[in-house]
């Protein structure tokens, strides 16, 4: 009977001691991949159209060649990130057409309420340029994060709308698109009309 409460002293002692110890343990949240960033450059896009502005070197800059796309359209795809921003470009004739461009815009970007858990919207107004808009942040699990019209007011309009090929889950996402809304940020703020 010695002998086996000899051996099993050990085993009993390493237990006080294995629980006497103070670990708070808790479970782990469930975690995401980590995201490598590329450094941030910009190239010039320049093309026979009526406006110009930089984009990230990252990104490819194509022509939209879907089914209803019209001649000054362009895709911004940031093949990293699963995404791109859908750029569309109108000549504008009249007030009505103008008034009815704004109204759509801002319609496209509210159908998105019943996702969203914000809708922030900043003026954009840089009178030498002639450039002003609306850029709207879309916060919550909806198919669009950002999305902005840019005007001269008179015969020019251009709008780009961000979306990613993934179901929307802001939590992931929301890295990449605080990265992406800095190019979108640069876009605006070099953006020229050629004439």
Same mark, same amino acid.
């Given at each position: 009977?010695?002998? !086996?409460?000899?051996?099993?002293?050990? @085993?009993?002692?390493?237990?006080?001691?294995?629980?006497?110890?103070?670990? #708070?343990?808790?479970?782990? /949240?469930?975690?995401?991949? =980590?995201?490598?960033?590329? &450094?941030?450059?910009?190239?010039?896009?320049?093309?026979? %159209? /009526?406006?110009?502005?930089?984009? /990230?070197?990252?990104?490819?800059?194509?022509?939209?060649?879907?089914? #209803?796309?019209? !001649?000054?359209?362009?895709?911004?795809?940031?093949?990293? @990130?699963?995404?791109?921003?859908?750029?569309?470009?109108? #000549?504008?004739?009249? &007030? =009505?057409?103008?008034?009815?461009? *704004?109204?759509?815009? =801002?319609?496209?970007?509210?159908?998105?309420?019943?996702?969203?858990?914000?809708?922030?919207?900043?003026? +954009?107004?840089?009178?030498?340029?002639? *450039?002003?808009?609306?850029?709207?942040?879309?916060?919550?699990?909806?198919?669009?994060? %950002?999305?902005?019209?840019?005007?001269?007011?008179?015969?020019?309009?251009? =709008?780009?709308?961000?979306?990613?090929?993934?179901?929307?889950?802001?939590?992931?996402?929301?890295? %990449?698109?605080?990265? +992406? !809304?800095?190019?979108?940020?640069?876009?605006?703020?070099? @953006?020229?009309?050629?004439?």
């Amino acid at each position: 009977m010695k002998l !086996k409460q000899l051996i099993f002293l050990p @085993f009993i002692l390493l237990l006080c001691f294995s629980a006497c110890q103070n670990n #708070d343990y808790s479970p782990k /949240p469930k975690a995401y991949f =980590r995201i490598e960033f590329p &450094k941030k450059e910009y190239a010039a896009f320049v093309k026979p %159209v /009526p406006f110009s502005f930089e984009y /990230p070197v990252y990104a490819n800059i194509e022509q939209d060649r879907s089914r #209803d796309a019209q !001649k000054n359209w362009y895709n911004l795809h940031f093949k990293q @990130f699963n995404g791109h921003l859908h750029l569309t470009y109108y #000549d504008v004739s009249n &007030k =009505r057409e103008y008034d009815e461009m *704004v109204e759509d815009a =801002r319609r496209l970007v509210f159908k998105h309420t019943i996702k969203a858990s914000a809708i922030d919207q900043r003026v +954009i107004n840089y009178p030498r340029q002639k *450039v002003y808009g609306i850029y709207y942040a879309i916060e919550g699990n909806t198919a669009s994060s %950002v999305q902005f019209f840019l005007t001269d007011s008179a015969k020019h309009y251009f =709008r780009g709308a961000l979306y990613f090929n993934e179901r929307p889950q802001y939590d992931s996402i929301a890295p %990449v698109v605080k990265f +992406i !809304k800095t190019d979108i940020d640069t876009l605006i703020s070099t @953006f020229r009309w050629k004439n």
